[in-house]
DNA sequence: ATAATTTATGAAATCGGTTGCAAAAATAGA
DNA sequence: TCTATTTTTGCAACCGATTTCATAAATTAT
């Protein structure tokens, strides 16, 4: 290991004080020009390093944001991640990136880690089984801001950022009413999450609103992954009567879906319309088009780094502690597998 | 900002030594097991946290990996993450991720934030224009281990993760050869990439073992995503002779393909014979189902963590610079999209 | 009982910047 | 020329854990 240059190799190098350096370094106001320049010039020179750890030791601050996400390796989860970067990039902060696979405890161990690292904020889209958010009460306590995005906490006191769910299921849905489905399922995962509980409340919301009766074992609960197609079309077929609108929580799963109905004959849009979320790359290669609802991964990331750093950056505290929830604006887009009236 | 706990807190709490307390918490041997037990008792009454900074500072050490990667939002990129991040986090260590989003200056900047953040080593695979690997030079001189994956540097000196991809482009075009193809179109991404380079040496290699004449003409370099499908196959069919096989360097792009030509009536793989690359998502759900290198993604995450914590843990430097590089296995996976002999 | 070890603990220096306070230098004002 | 300001600079303490070296206490050997 080579020897460190630190500011008092600078500082004596050219006849000054280290304080004088690490201000100069700094871009103090209260230091010479000519003094900064020569400063400057010798640091260059000198091949200098700053020690972030000294310089954390004093200003506990590290610019490091961590994430904790369900999996990394997901569409919208990893159109998130980029929209993160890209920000807090920008802004001159690193991203510590930790994946929870859904699971409680290692979602509890993470946010520990994160704790241990010290991060400035930390980002969460919470696992599918965390009921209450009592390990993050560290970062409370210590007013260290936790906001959380897309999957959040039931709570209303926490800030976040989201879309209106229950206004994208009831879009959904009612749009496939009025395609002239009658008898609409929905295939949702986990209900412990918020996104899939309000979607499905949006769902039967414009079932009410079109006077429809709302059937229970029109909804199904299982994980939505490029396997479930096959499951999920089965029972559609066992019904009584058949459905002849589908509204499914990811587009992945809608896909498969869609090609385990083709493999059985079965015509799409017109014996059976489908519906995703997302607007993942799947919904526009699978035959027919996915309709499907357009989630604003990408800027999602963006505005939830953008805003926790505006937190951090409050020198005087008037936004922290507000609880506040940011919506961003989703879209409904209607593609082949829905558009029954374009036939 | 409340008044944090330290090892001094302890110290005194117990009438001991801060000494002791470190030692006790680092469960140094030379500490009494009843003073021990003793100080982890009033650490975690107290609530202490261990200052990572202060620790930083005096061992130089962060258990912070950095990870550069052309774009973050890519099935592949986020494959491998997944995999880096679950051998990262058993290990203790956090992963600092960043993307380059395959500009050479962005990786400069990338690779200078890294090493200001002392991250312990660092994971990288190269942004497309990445002639030179100049800018990791500080990491070499100070012996921070660098170790590049998939997409790695010309040269030979340095350690690596890769597969094989001339063998993987050689069996890939054998294998539409033994189809019966007779004009093998190979579409890939910037051939300053060696992945790309190689496959397309594969590729070569293949014709000439099969006595068949290559044609540059055959050879497409371009973008590869979602749309580039429609251009090519207009390129395609606008050859002469057309060709019947068409070997494309990424999933995406091979699905986009395989939609562009079912648009325009031609059968797959009778009139064309298509093989993808990665096996990603995408391949196994359009229709026809892709046949495609199966590419061990999570794997070479879990490889090149794994292989560096290795480097960074040897203590008596036996294995620290020695050049190596790592090769996985694949497979070729043969699906819909080119098995004309199962017709 | 005394010397030789072994075990347990502590004092103080160190890692490298940052910052409150005070002094020195430069400039302006009378 | 001398006092009042304003700019620049530096001293020294500090952030909190780690570690070298030395010493005290306990244990074993002689």
Redesign the pocket.
């Known amino acids: 290991m080579k020897k460190?240059i630190?500011?008092?190799d600078i500082a004596s190098q050219i006849g000054?004080?280290?304080?004088?350096v690490?201000?100069a370094?700094?871009n103090h106001p209260?230091?010479?020009e000519r003094?900064k320049k020569k400063i400057y010039e010798t640091a260059e020179e000198l091949g200098y390093q700053?020690?972030i750890f000294?310089?954390n030791?004093?200003?506990k601050y590290t610019y490091n944001l961590g994430v904790i996400v369900p999996r990394l390796d997901s569409p919208f989860q990893s159109s998130v991640l980029a929209g993160m970067e890209k920000m807090a990039s920008e802004a001159g902060y690193n991203l510590i990136i930790s994946q929870s696979l859904d699971s409680l405890s290692k979602e509890i161990a993470n946010t520990k880690s994160m704790f241990n690292s010290r991060v400035d904020g930390l980002l969460v889209s919470l696992a599918a089984d965390t009921g209450n958010i009592d390990h993050f009460q560290p970062f409370f306590q210590k007013e260290i801001p936790v906001l959380f995005y897309d999957r959040v906490p039931e709570q209303n006191q926490f800030t976040g950022v989201v879309i209106d769910n229950v206004q994208a299921g009831f879009e959904a849905t009612s749009h496939l009413i009025d395609q002239g489905c009658e008898n609409i399922v929905h295939v949702l995962g986990n209900p412990k999450i918020n996104v899939y509980m309000d979607r499905l409340k949006g769902y039967k919301y414009a079932l009410m609103d079109h006077d429809k009766h709302y059937n229970p074992d029109y909804v199904i609960h299982l994980k939505l992954d490029e396997h479930a197609g096959e499951n999920i079309v089965e029972q559609l077929l066992n019904m009584d009567p058949v459905p002849d609108g589908l509204l499914v929580s990811n587009d992945t799963c809608a896909a498969s879906c869609v090609i385990a109905l083709k493999k059985r004959g079965i015509e799409i849009p017109r014996q059976m319309a489908i519906v995703g979320f997302n607007n993942d790359l799947i919904s526009r290669m699978v035959d027919p088009n996915l309709s499907t609802i357009n989630y604003p991964s990408f800027h999602m990331g963006e505005v939830a780094v953008k805003n926790l750093i505006n937190h951090l950056s409050d020198e005087e505290n008037q936004l922290l502690q507000k609880t506040e929830t940011i919506t961003l604006r989703f879209s409904l887009i209607v593609r082949g597998s829905s558009n029954r009236l374009a036939l």
Do not use: H
């Open positions: 460190e630190t500011i008092y000054v004080s280290p304080t004088t690490s201000r370094l700094n209260r230091v010479n003094t700053s020690n000294a310089s030791l004093r200003r």
